[in-house]
């Protein structure tokens, strides 16, 4: 009988809700063996009763990670190491947004968004980078956004960030591919998740700047395209399907929401 020590591994970062939730239940679902990322431990019990529902929760095992500090990465990377000598799949999904007009923002929110959607990407694939290389074999897949192709106003910190993440990914993709590991880039459109609820400062109604009613719009908008950009589970599936394959073909996934996302944009100016 094949026990848990048999079955493929996976790491997730920014498990505690959204699509970091949804994606540990799917990959559970397929047989691998997750390590639910979690940035605040007392979210661990909420991932747990979520994977008992999909009767998923022995292939589950939370663990203290916010990609912003150095200890925690290293630990969870010595963790996976010791406990099952290998990682199979990296799901680089930690994220943040928030937005606000470019001349508004302040250099902490900056450093906020690229600490974390850009650099902890990059400590966390440093950190497994050499367990995957020793067995010649891995699959890292890095959740970007279409806000790493297109930018939009409002969303200066976030984008920017983004597009990090994406020149990150090709680099990483042509300096592992001849260790046998495979990197794949998700760029969902809007989705109705938890990031929307707490990311956007409202700066310029303490600047008396003219934005505000154009931020507004935007952010009604990118609201509006999440909620019609569909169930987030598809890009759960997705990106679980991606984990599953034999070898991807292709380096970009795009969500069916991406579309609508473009043509959200495509809009944008004549509504402002
Ligand atoms: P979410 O807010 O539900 O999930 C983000 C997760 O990241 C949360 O669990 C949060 O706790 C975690 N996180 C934040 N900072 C962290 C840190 N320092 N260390 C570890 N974890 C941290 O929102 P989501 O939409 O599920 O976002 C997941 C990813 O998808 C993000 O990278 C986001 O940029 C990306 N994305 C989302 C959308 C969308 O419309 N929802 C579209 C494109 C891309």
């Not at 950190?127 to 930018?151: H, N, T, Y």
């Not at 960030?161 to 994406?166: D, H, I, L, N, W």
């Not at 400062?201 to 934005?211: A, D, E, F």
Request: aromatic share 8%.
């Amino acid at each position: 009988m094949r026990s848990l020590q048999d079955e493929p591994v996976a790491l997730v970062t920014g498990s505690s809700s959204g699509f970091g939730l949804l994606i540990c239940i799917e990959l559970a679902l397929r047989g691998f063996v997750v390590i639910a990322g979690i940035r605040r431990m007392e979210t661990a019990g909420k991932v747990l009763e979520t994977a008992e529902q999909a009767g998923v929760h022995t292939r589950i095992r939370t663990v203290q990670l916010d990609v912003t500090q150095d200890s925690d990465v290293k630990q969870a990377a010595a963790y996976i190491k010791d406990q099952f000598g290998r990682l199979d799949v990296l799901v680089n999904n930690a994220g943040t947004a928030y937005g606000g007009f470019i001349e508004e923002v302040p250099a902490e929110v900056w450093l906020e968004q690229m600490n974390t959607n850009f650099h902890g990407m990059v400590r966390m694939t440093q950190a497994v980078l050499p367990l995957m290389r020793e067995r010649r074999k891995g699959r890292i897949i890095q959740m970007s956004s279409i806000s790493g192709r297109i930018g939009f106003p409002g969303y200066g910190p976030y984008a920017s960030s983004k597009f990090a993440v994406e020149g990150f990914s090709e680099c990483l993709a042509l300096e592992t591919e001849p260790f046998g590991i495979d990197v794949v880039i998700v760029e969902p459109g809007a989705y109705g998740t938890p990031i929307w609820e707490k990311g956007f400062t409202q700066m310029s109604t303490t600047s008396g700047l003219p934005y505000q009613a154009m931020l507004d719009k935007v952010l009604a908008f990118s609201q509006k395209s999440a909620q019609q950009g569909g169930d987030p589970r598809e890009v759960a599936r997705l990106v679980a399907h991606i984990a599953c394959l034999k070898r991807p073909a292709f380096r970009y996934a795009l969500p069916r929401s991406t579309r609508l996302t473009i043509r959200a944009k495509a809009a944008l100016p004549g509504r402002l």
